[in-house]
């Protein structure tokens, strides 16, 4: 009978180390749960957060002209570049880029490297998915472009049998071999566009922003938009997921840059008309 004493001893001690495991557990729940709390509030307060610190901080490539790149002098200049620079303007901070490649820049937003990404990014549904978007701020289609001279191309159907000039990898490419376009590799825009001038080839499909870029560069090019795909692609600014208030913020101080002409001033400037008409 003297055992007896003895296995409750051991019992009892069980069980208050299986009461205090389950503590240790539940704590551990609780820290987690305050931790994923405590972000999503940071992310809640992004804007406020910007405010105080008195900038915004906007991923960009800053190798990709004319959205953003660098002029001959070092600055970082382009289209996005001072779309981000007027947004942050009008929110009352002072812009700070942070560069990156293309490859890092989604995840560089992912780890809250910047609050923003400028960058001609497109709204897509697989990105809207995981991030948000500005209002469109950048609308472009494609566009069929001949030589100046040709008038007998006057729509996409007219192109078939024709030489094409295409990164032959690009959704443009596509475009054209289902128009019944032979296909004539290059390895860009500019590339195309030489071709064309030269008359060694028939026509390009390309995009509108490329064409406005390029002509605003040469206007002397002769060559000519004939025809305008009726599906447009948009861009816009991006967001981590959860950031209403500052993406509410940059959409008024967008709609209040095209309401008083300073969006359509900065797309002149960069493509000589309002590329989001």
């Not at 490297?113 to 494609?142: H, L, T, W």
Request: glycine share 6%; charged share 30%.
């Amino acid at each position: 009978m003297k055992k007896l004493p003895i296995v409750f001893a051991l019992l009892v001690s069980f069980m208050l180390i299986l009461s205090a495991c389950g503590k240790d557990e539940n704590a551990n729940e609780e820290n987690k749960e305050d931790n994923k709390t405590a972000e999503n509030a940071e992310d809640q307060d992004l804007l406020a957060k910007i405010k105080d610190e008195g900038k915004l901080l906007i991923g960009t490539e800053g190798t990709y002209a004319p959205f953003t790149f660098h002029d001959e002098s070092g600055k970082l200049t382009g289209f996005d570049v001072e779309i981000a620079t007027e947004v942050a303007k009008r929110l009352g901070v002072e812009p700070e880029f942070k560069e990156t490649q293309w490859d890092a820049i989604f995840a560089g937003l992912d780890a809250k490297r910047f609050d923003m990404i400028a960058n001609q990014v497109g709204i897509r549904p697989d990105r809207q998915e995981k991030y948000d978007f500005s209002e469109p701020y950048i609308k472009s289609a494609a566009v069929l472009i001949t030589h100046k001279d040709n008038n007998a191309v006057k729509t996409f159907e007219d192109i078939k049998g024709l030489n094409s000039a295409q990164s032959l990898t690009s959704n443009y490419g596509d475009m054209a071999k289902k128009f019944g376009a032979n296909l004539v590799g290059v390895e860009g825009f500019t590339q195309a566009v030489e071709l064309l001038a030269s008359k060694r080839v028939d026509v390009t499909i390309n995009d509108r922003i490329s064409f406005l870029d390029y002509t605003k560069q040469r206007p002397d090019a002769p060559i000519k938009i004939v025809d305008t795909s009726e599906d447009a692609s948009v861009s816009g600014l991006m967001f981590r997921k959860d950031n209403d208030t500052l993406v509410a913020e940059v959409n008024k101080a967008l709609t209040e840059m095209i309401d008083d002409g300073t969006y359509t001033k900065i797309s002149e400037k960069w493509f000589g008309e309002d590329v989001l008409k």
